[in-house]
């Protein structure tokens, strides 16, 4: 978790300047897509959540089409 709000303050807080709260949710969504989509994580063996999950997935059901 203490990563997590170390990237939030560092890639969204920090460098960012809100116009309106609309624009806030924009660019909250924008950098979540990012932190959980595009950027490996140490904790996770240096895969993205996305593909720790659909690595878990393929292991349990090596028949599963993604």
């Not at 890639?11 to 950098?31: G, Q, T």
């Not at 979540?32 to 997935?57: A, C, E, G, V």
Request: hydrophobic residues 40%; positive net charge.
């Amino acid at each position: 978790m203490e990563s997590f709000n170390r990237y939030f303050r560092d890639k969204c807080l920090f460098r960012k300047k809100f116009l309106s709260l609309e624009n806030a949710k924009d660019i909250y969504i924008e950098m979540m897509w990012d932190y959980n989509y595009l950027r490996p994580h140490n904790s996770l063996i240096n895969l993205t959540p996305q593909h720790l999950l659909i690595s878990i997935k393929i292991i349990q059901n090596p028949y599963l089409k993604l």
